[in-house]
């Protein structure tokens, strides 16, 4: 269990390490960046669970409308695209930390449109 005195505090549209695994079917798994869409509100009160959604290297054409790209930045080493399609919440326990990179407003706003469409 992580000791929630001695992690840093979480950041809405920030990217951590995430263990991803165990998966079922087509689940996307193993360790993968993954950005925290709950709101900074809920994370000021350390929730067990974070709603996120996971970052990959790959995208195909028949999900452009719900993939964001990401430019790399900060320890974000390469593009990767939001898997909107894949948005989760996990256990806290999950993350690694320190945050590896920060999203914009902007991209936030993107990734949080794309979710609003597949759920509509």
Do not use: W
Request: with cysteine.
């Amino acid at each position: 269990m992580v000791d929630r005195e001695k992690i840093e505090i979480l950041t809405r549209g920030g990217v951590y390490l995430v263990k991803l695994n165990p998966t079922k079917k087509s689940e996307v798994g193993k360790i993968r960046p993954s950005v925290i869409l709950t709101s900074q509100t809920i994370l000021n009160v350390n929730p067990p669970t974070i709603f996120i959604c996971p970052l990959s290297k790959k995208s195909f054409p028949a999900f452009h409308q719900l993939h964001v790209e990401l430019d790399r930045r900060d320890n974000l080493k390469v593009k990767s695209f939001a898997l909107v399609d894949h948005c989760r919440a996990v256990s806290i326990d999950r993350f690694i930390f320190p945050r590896i990179a920060q999203l914009t407003m902007v991209e936030m706003d993107i990734i949080l449109h794309r979710l609003q469409i597949m759920l509509e």
